[in-house]
């Protein structure tokens, strides 16, 4: 008999689905091949040759990413080990172009899609689910592995004519950067800052932030730095020559103006504490992220639609992974939160400068209302929950094929 002389393609159910404005590939722990239920170099092969990374072209045509940091995702979740937790949530932001993931922080959309995604997968108790068609909405207690806190996710359900009850996908939710409507997803984000360290890492609500070298035509700008949500640097837009109204175009197309950023980035990070060196941002791509705010003002989203300044409190663009944002970062829209609902910062001065307990700002696609409610105990500032609501729906589910030598 002759011997195939390639290895052949093994199978491993997997879930594709769109979580707020990102989508990824969504896995059982226990459904995984028995080397990558651990962490380690076999699992990081494994969702690298799913999404198709490393791809020089940037296409990630032989995988299920798409090209970019939004789709180039992957999700795994478990039954919860952590008490009062219906599920725990892993995610890994792939590196397009290099054969890298990043475990260091969350994405706050797709944790729009776990929910539903934990209850699909039989996750969530039976009589717990059961038990919530009355209501209406399911409350799924989400542990997030990589930053160690609690997500409390609102997901809609309903009976259908057999008795049983399932998620609810469809609906008239509209969500910016997302062409369809679906069902809103309320999503919870409890003590995002650790209640032994400060929401803003270098003790100050603002920042003389030294970018001597970095490209600009001034060597120190104003920046608030802050870790909610996902580690976070706010500047204003004209101290990086922006107006705060940019799209995809404006940036991403630029090499020598995304190198700057990128440098501005580093440099933040060792700011932070993040890194000790500028270099160490090489390995480190999903954090800390980089954010400019200006007042609000009109202008045409990437849709077409107008976005007038009587409808926003400020706008904000933000990068990810080197690129423009499309929208906004789940995780980047809880430091945003955090930020413009503390008075002297940055980001509540583009807001106004009054005491808020929400806002809605504007970003590529549209605009998200955002809320959250910040405290100062024992000399440090706490966000003691951030909120908003994405949406999120199954796109497939099935069988995910990769090269049995390829992990």
């Known amino acids: 008999m002759t011997q195939p002389k390639f290895a052949p393609q093994i199978s491993v159910p997997a879930t594709y689905m769109r979580g707020g404005t990102s989508k990824g590939t969504f896995f059982k722990l226990s459904d995984l091949p028995e080397r990558c239920q651990e962490p380690g170099q076999a699992r990081d092969n494994f969702l690298l040759r799913v999404i198709g990374s490393p791809d020089p072209y940037g296409k990630q045509i032989d995988g299920l990413g798409n090209g970019s940091s939004s789709t180039s995702k992957t999700v795994i979740l478990s039954k919860a080990k952590q008490p009062d937790h219906d599920v725990n949530y892993l995610f890994g932001q792939v590196n397009i172009a290099k054969p890298m993931i990043d475990w260091a922080g969350n994405c706050g959309n797709l944790t729009a899609a776990v929910g539903a995604c934990a209850i699909n997968m039989g996750l969530v108790d039976a009589s717990k689910v059961a038990d919530s068609a009355n209501s209406g909405i399911c409350e799924v207690r989400i542990w997030q592995e990589n930053i160690s806190k609690t997500i409390i996710a609102h997901v809609p359900v309903y ?179 955090a930020a413009a609902t503390t008075q002297g910062t940055l980001v509540n001065a583009a807001a106004g400068g009054d005491s808020l307990s929400e806002v809605r700002f504007g970003h590529p696609s549209g605009t998200l209302l955002v809320g959250g409610a910040t405290e100062q105990v024992d000399g440090r500032w706490q966000a003691k929950k951030v909120s908003m609501s994405r949406s999120a729906r199954r796109i497939m589910v099935g069988e995910v094929f990769l090269p049995a030598d390829a992990f």
């Open 159 to 337: 009976q259908d004519d057999n008795g049983k009850v399932q998620v609810q996908e469809t609906g008239d939710f509209e969500l910016d950067g997302v062409t369809f409507p679906a069902a809103e997803v309320k999503i919870e984000f409890i003590d995002p800052v650790d209640s032994s360290s400060d929401m803003f890492p270098t003790n100050n609500l603002v920042d003389d932030f030294d970018v001597s070298g970095c490209g600009l035509d001034k060597d120190s700008v104003k920046a608030t730095f802050i870790s909610a949500g996902i580690p976070t640097i706010f500047m204003k837009a004209e101290d990086l020559g922006f107006t705060g109204t940019e799209l995809q175009g404006d940036i991403n197309s630029n090499n020598e103006l995304l190198a700057k950023l990128e440098k501005i980035r580093a440099r933040g990070g060792v700011a932070m504490g993040l890194f000790k060196d500028e270099s160490e941002a090489q390995s480190s791509q999903h954090i800390p992220k980089i954010a400019w705010v200006a007042p609000a003002q009109s202008y045409t989203a990437s849709s077409g639609k107008e976005v007038n300044s009587s409808d926003i409190d400020l706008v904000v663009r933000a990068m990810s992974m080197g690129q423009l944002h499309h929208a906004m970062m789940g995780t980047a829209a809880v430091a945003i939160a």
